[in-house]
């Protein structure tokens, strides 16, 4: 079977599996019309419902929500089952059932049940996850085999085909690839990128010799007019264009030797060249256009935004206040100084704030070292301080701040305007993540990037969360961040 048959087989069961939600759903139905009408664990009144009744319905519904999950994208993300997907699946029952509530209301040739199109919710949402949780498993056991492994090339040079190629590399397994190795016409890429990342280093107070190990085992494969004899010799299924902002010239040229290719072929765009902006592509008269959309969160979803902010934070300073009081008086017993304390830090638009956080190290800990990030093993650090920093609580006093609108529950983390002015002249668009409101917690911690991470990394992050900004992702950030705080504490 060649490449392109075995390719296009792959597609057709990774459909089918898709297609499989809708018996899923249907069963899942058809559990709580059982919970309802034959469990006996409610009332029933009157003659018990007939299931007759209920079966063309349950295999509308069934359609309806599987052509919803289609069109919310949770069939595109098929590398991890996880708390995003489980929102996904949540919004799209809660949507679905509220609509066809609606309709069952207006609806007066047969009376359903809504206990049973509630009850219908709670079992899609667990069935439904349950299943997706098994197909990536099953997924993960036919790759693991060899099957349905997709083989991928980097075209590029420089820093951003590195990042690609690591990026790629680190969830190869999980989206079913394997990376072969780049193809270039400049200097290798581990030569060109070693020299790169020094300054990058130095900024960041990094020292990254494994990053430097690692990148002198990136295969380069051959040059640009060796393309074709590459993906033939390779069987190359998929290739990220990475090229730097001052080749990108080049795309042109190898998007025309790819012309009758019927392979896969991804664009990288530099993460600092793209304006936070919605972009959509039409065409005026077949001539593509770029549009460049105002940011979902400047507008009515922005509103949306900043009230649930000030609702949460709060419904969250009431019901903590007892907590508080003991963290204070902790904090009093543990060490002499001001249990609050108090610090500039850089907010929307670059005006600066005071945030508040409880203290954790000794009282005037930097008059010596001055601004200085802290570290894992920081003496300034009291026994008590190190407790909460590790769980995160001393940064739960920035409700207040979210509570006065200097902050936002989700966002990107605030720095001391000492560090803002060295990152604005080292990093590129670094700024940019003062288009909006800084927050508690972000996308960039929840992957992971916290404490000393380097800031070019969480540069990126925000930058991502900032044009895919959604309410539904705000809050897989919330319940991730409380996942994260107690299962793998290491302090934001």
Not at 130 to 152: A, M
Not at 229 to 241: C, L, R, T, V
Not at 387 to 394: A, E, G, M, P
């Amino acid at each position: 079977m060649g490449r392109q048959q075995s390719r296009y087989l792959i597609k057709i069961v990774k459909k089918i599996f898709d297609i499989l939600d809708i018996p899923m759903i249907y069963l899942s139905l058809y559990i709580a019309w059982w919970l309802r009408f034959e469990s006996k664990w409610f009332e029933v009144t009157g003659t018990t419902q007939l299931y007759g009744h209920y079966q063309k319905t349950f295999w509308a519904i069934s359609i309806l929500w599987f052509i919803i999950f289609s069109l919310t994208g949770l069939y595109k993300n098929r590398a991890r089952f996880g708390i995003e997907q489980i929102f996904y699946i949540v919004k799209t029952v809660i949507i679905a059932t509220a609509a066809i509530l609606a309709g069952a209301f207006f609806y007066r040739e047969f009376s359903y049940s809504r206990l049973t199109l509630v009850l219908g919710l709670c079992s899609t949402t667990v069935m439904v996850s349950l299943f997706h949780l098994f197909k990536r498993q099953l997924k993960l056991f036919f790759q693991k085999r060899g099957y349905g492994i997709e083989k991928v090339l980097i075209i590029g040079s420089g820093k951003l085909a590195l990042d690609c190629y690591k990026r790629i590399n680190t969830e190869a397994e999980l989206l079913g690839l394997k990376l072969c190795g780049i193809c270039s016409d400049n200097t290798p890429i581990q030569e060109e990128n070693n020299k790169s990342e020094d300054k990058t280093n130095d900024c960041e107070n990094q020292s990254n010799c494994s990053e430097n190990e690692t990148n002198k085992l990136i295969p380069l494969l051959g040059k640009l007019k060796e393309l074709t004899a590459i993906i033939e010799d390779h069987s190359i299924g998929q290739i990220y264009i990475a090229l730097e902002p001052e080749k990108q010239e080049k795309t042109l040229e190898i998007l025309h030797q790819l012309n009758t290719s019927t392979i896969d072929v991804k664009i990288v765009p530099n993460a600092y060249s793209i304006i936070t902006s919605s972009i959509h592509i039409s065409n005026i008269g077949g001539m593509p256009v770029v549009n460049l959309m105002p940011l979902s969160i400047h507008g009515t979803g922005g509103i949306v935004k900043a009230a649930i902010d000030r609702i949460g934070a709060f419904f969250g300073l009431i019901l903590m206040l007892p907590v508080f009081a003991l963290i204070a008086l902790k904090i009093k017993k543990d060490s002499k100084g001001k249990v609050i304390y108090a610090q500039e830090r850089i907010g929307r638009d670059g005006k600066s704030f005071t945030i508040y956080k409880f203290r954790s190290m000794k009282e005037n800990a930097e008059d010596t070292t001055g601004p200085v990030w802290a570290s894992v093993d920081d003496p300034r650090k009291t026994p008590f301080g190190e407790f909460i920093r590790k769980y995160s609580i001393d940064e739960l006093p920035q409700l207040w701040n979210v509570f006065k609108g200097d902050m936002s529950l989700v966002g990107p983390r605030p720095e001391r305007p000492f560090f803002v002015n060295q990152f604005e002249k080292e990093i590129p668009a670094y700024s940019d993540r003062h288009i909006i409101k800084t927050g508690m917690t972000g996308w960039a911690q929840v992957n992971g990037l916290r404490g000393q991470s380097p800031i070019g990394e969480r540069t990126r992050y925000d930058i991502w969360y900032i044009e895919n900004w959604s309410i539904w992702l705000d809050l897989v950030i919330l319940v991730r961040t409380i996942h994260v705080c107690l299962f793998n504490p290491t302090g934001f």
